[in-house]
């Protein structure tokens, strides 16, 4: 039996990018039980791709009943309804197997991963407290995206409450060339080592012929391995996330391509809870950036979270996923 439900988990007080800014994320929780044994899964329907809660529960719904991971692939889309299924499928085939995920997809055992920690868009001052207050995270993650100068005086900020961090910013498609021409040089000279996603994805054949200051991570550009031939000449690396790859199964296939094709990895997430981590916590062993901080925004998690501490964040409990 398939069977698929929204849940609402608040945020940590507001958390903005360039988009929007929001007060809770709407996650669609799905599991898969047969043979009583059931398996769980978790995915995030975003607006930026046409996805609501209805359409991603609509398109769960029109599943056969028994349906696999290997036919999924065929019968939905990238996007969230799959990455939900697939990994509920995943985390089923565990439990019935008695075989951790890692095992089964024959990959080495996990181990903890350093992790980014989100500062959510805001004025200059508030960004600055923000990192003072997070400063021992040793990766942080800036959300830009507006005027040139004011994105500047946020990363200045940042840096000064932060000195020591490692920085990523974040524009989410909200420069145009010319705003991130003018501020790549000083992203560079402030320690930036990676931008994602500085121009709108159908607007980033610009970036062939600029130059960059600063590594480039193609985000809202990259969603599956049919993404990458048109990245090359564009970004250095791409943002592997499940709700784009469609699960699981594409992020793994998706991973290596980028790395036969030259790519550094990322693996990020949608804001969400524990259980859409423990399967992407797969996918970033090894990564050169790992941003998978959602439950770390939220106010509340699921029951046995995954676990956060100096060393990052730790595969998951059985008991949550895999």
Not at 57 to 63: D, E, G, H, R, Y
Not at 76 to 94: F, H, I, Q, T
Not at 110 to 135: I, V
Request: net charge negative; hydrophobic share 45%; with cysteine.
């Amino acid at each position: 039996m398939l069977n698929a439900t929204p849940r609402d988990f608040p945020f940590d007080g507001v958390f903005a990018i360039s988009r929007n800014a929001r007060t809770h994320v709407t996650v669609v929780e799905v599991t898969v039980t047969a043979e009583g044994v059931t398996g769980h899964g978790e995915c995030v329907p975003y607006g930026r791709y046409g996805e609501t809660v209805g359409s991603v529960l609509a398109q769960i719904a029109s599943l056969p009943e028994g349906i696999t991971r290997d036919e999924l692939q065929h019968r939905l889309p990238p996007g969230a309804a799959r990455n939900g299924v697939d990994c509920a499928l995943w985390d089923w085939e565990a439990k019935r197997a008695a075989t951790p995920v890692w095992r089964l997809a024959g990959l080495a055992k996990p181990g903890p991963m350093p992790t980014a920690f989100t500062l959510s868009l805001a004025n200059p001052e508030a960004m600055g407290a923000s990192a003072a207050a997070h400063a021992h995270m040793p990766l942080l993650k800036i959300k830009l995206g507006g005027e040139a100068a004011v994105d500047l005086d946020r990363l200045r900020a940042v840096r000064a409450g932060a000195p020591d961090a490692r920085l990523i910013v974040d524009a989410n498609e909200g420069w145009d060339a010319a705003t991130y021409a003018e501020l790549g040089p000083q992203l560079a000279a402030l320690g930036v080592a990676l931008i994602e996603q500085p121009l709108p994805a159908g607007d980033d054949e610009a970036l062939r012929h600029l130059p960059r200051p600063v590594p480039l991570c193609a985000d809202e550009s990259c969603h599956d391995r049919p993404s990458l031939p048109g990245l090359v000449g564009k970004y250095d690396a791409v943002n592997i996330k499940l709700d784009k790859t469609g699960g699981l199964t594409e992020a793994l296939a998706l991973r290596q391509a980028a790395r036969d094709a030259g790519f550094g990895i990322m693996v990020g997430c949608m804001a969400a809870s524990s259980l859409a981590m423990a399967p992407a916590l797969l996918v970033a062993q090894g990564a050169d950036f790992t941003d998978l901080d959602g439950p770390l925004l939220l106010a509340e998690d699921r029951a046995h979270p995954v676990r956060y501490d100096a060393q990052g964040a730790h595969p998951a409990d059985p008991q949550l996923w895999g």
